[in-house]
């Protein structure tokens, strides 16, 4: 560490074929040092798997931490910096990402908690739109792979018969 920045070098052995699978040095800010050790992370998990670290990958949930009501929530994948994205003093559920990661879908009750629509925003909170005005129960939604589409289900044509829905993500 010197001032501000820190420098880490990372050099990763196999043993049992001596040759090096990682040698990198890693810089950043200090205040910042588990960012550096996550990157290293990734990497370390890259050369070995063949498949990306989750190391800066992000969770979405649903929780009432803050009220008797629930609410989306976005944290690093270790449980750090939660931050509450939505507020309507309300219950929401099922909170999925978009393919590129850039939005979440969820399904949010009436405050009459007898139906449920369907939800979208980016993943900091800001452009909430709701998608479905269904006035039925809409749940389990999910992003389509292209992105371009949200599947769920509802019970529009009755409680005993719910069926698959797909709707543009736009």
Not at 16 to 29: D, E, M, Q, W
Not at 52 to 71: A, H, L, Q, V, W
Not at 106 to 130: L, P, V
């Amino acid at each position: 560490i010197t001032g501000s920045d820190v420098t880490f070098e990372a050099y990763v052995y196999d043993v049992a074929t001596t040759k090096s699978v990682l040698g990198k040095r890693y810089t950043g800010i200090a205040s910042d040092i588990k960012s550096v050790a996550h990157k290293f992370a990734n990497d370390f998990v890259e050369k070995v798997t063949g498949l990306p670290g989750i190391f800066n990958t992000k969770i979405s949930m649903s929780c009432d931490r803050n009220s008797n009501k629930k609410e989306i929530y976005v944290m690093g994948f270790d449980g750090s910096d939660m931050k509450q994205i939505t507020k309507h003093q309300s219950v929401a559920f099922s909170p999925g990402w978009s393919p590129d990661g850039k939005k979440i879908v969820w399904r949010r009750f009436a405050e009459d908690g007898h139906s449920a629509e369907i939800f979208s925003m980016n993943t900091d909170g800001t452009e909430q739109k709701q998608l479905t005005q269904l006035k039925s129960m809409s749940w389990a939604p999910f992003y389509h792979p292209s992105g371009d589409y949200i599947i769920f289900t509802t019970n529009l044509h009755g409680y005993g018969n719910f069926e698959l829905y797909m709707v543009d993500s736009n």
